[in-house]
């Protein structure tokens, strides 16, 4: 069997992995480093371009149970991504240069892989079973007239913005204080306090900030990526009870609770790079220098990369696209990743790690796995088959998940019964690969 997967992002190379394993001749087709986009760096495989955090590895948590499932489905993203972890209390985060050498390396050791390097123009199949494309929401123009030759002009867009990262030891510590919320994990990350005064300033030089001009941009941000400066239009409170919020922090140096909080988390295992959650922006490079170093803790601070804007691709996927990921009118042909709409790294690898398993198993004459509304995996696929009302992003949360038999008020408890249900539905499904 051979097949062609186009694009080395979280989805691709999950798609990869799942077919060579299987013993399917795999052509990766890969436009780095001959080109990179917007948001990319490096010329190794599987980059992570924002936040180096995958989320929560709580399995009672929607991003832990679907990493659960991952694991349970063989997943290469989260086998990786724990090996490359740096200390993120709850969350798993990974050393992004490690995670991405590690996940190339490991491509590159099977001899039925095939690595091309050329900017894709086409989703031809000829010459292969089947065709998986994850070119990723940063698809390049050379191959947009392939998606209006199937797609017509049903692109959906919004606007993705990812963080700041500054040099660890350009902080100023005494300004600075070692924490996790509530106490969780080993105090992992690096808390910026402000107080009051230091807070107004600080958000009244933000919501003046000069951004990047961008066409339609107000229209199509998505909430799960809000931009600090947008957020901060919103009320002179919102980004407190967002990504600066103080609750469940405490100096204990000096004994008192701050009135606003940055936190700050490693970016690699070596700790000498810091990300700044929740500050995605669109601010221009010199104002973000500028802003940002009202925060006391990064007064002097050294940013070794600023936040950028860059524009997001998705598909009309529901009208397209069936549970398998697979395109109605053509059954060589699948799509994955954030071009589907599923938001995030974990959805993305999951998106590419179905295409893959349902691809090979169609194309062997075997009848398609079919994963569970009760599984995040399958309200996943349900969420880019099923036809209604205006189609958007979506992350995985217990939401999309089918209804549970009893009602249960205790939220906590509710969520450990869709965790156990899903577990033991994803384990059946799980004999049959």
Known sequence: ????????????????????????????????????????????????????????????????????????LDSIVVRIAELTRVPAGNALAVDRYAFSQQITAALNSYPNFHRVEEVATSFSTDGYDFVIVATGPLTDDALIPAFKQIFGEEFLYFFDAVAPIVTSESIDYDSAFQASRYGKG??????????????????????????????????????????????????????????????????????????????????????????????????????????????????????????????????????????????????????????????????STLSGLVAAIQGYRLASGLAPLEFSSDTLTGALCDHISVEYGEYSPMNSNFGILAPLTEKIRDKSLRKAAYADRAIQAMEQIAINL
């Open 186 to 347: 080993d105090a992992d990350y690096l808390n910026c306090p402000m107080n009051k005064e230091e807070y107004l300033n600080f958000y009244e030089n933000l919501v003046a900030a000069e951004t990047v001009q961008l066409k339609d941009f107000e229209n199509n941000v998505f909430e799960g990526c809000m931009p600090i400066e947008v957020m901060a239009k919103r009320g002179v409170d919102t980004v407190r009870f967002g990504p600066l919020k103080p609750v469940g922090l405490r100096d204990e140096r000096k004994n008192e609770k701050p009135y606003a909080v940055l936190q700050l988390r490693k970016e690699n295992a070596d700790g000498t790079l810091y990300n700044l959650v929740g500050f995605q922006t669109n601010l221009k490079y010199g104002e973000q220098k500028r802003v940002f170093s009202l925060i006391p803790a990064l007064a002097n601070a050294e940013f070794v990369r600023y936040g950028v804007m860059h524009r997001n691709t998705f598909i009309n996927a529901p009208k397209f696209l069936n549970r398998y990921f697979q395109l109605k009118s053509n059954p060589k042909l699948f799509f994955a990743g954030q071009l589907t709409g599923v938001e995030g790294y974990m959805e």
């Open 1 to 72: 069997m051979k097949v062609k997967v186009i694009g080395g992002g979280f989805a691709g190379c999950e798609a990869c992995y799942q077919l060579l394993k299987r013993g399917v001749d795999v052509t990766l087709v890969e436009m780095k480093p001959l080109k990179h986009s917007p948001a990319h760096n490096l010329d190794t495989l599987c980059e992570v371009v924002c936040s180096n955090s995958f989320k929560s590895d709580d399995v009672n948590t929607s991003s832990g149970l679907l990493k659960a499932e991952m694991r349970l």
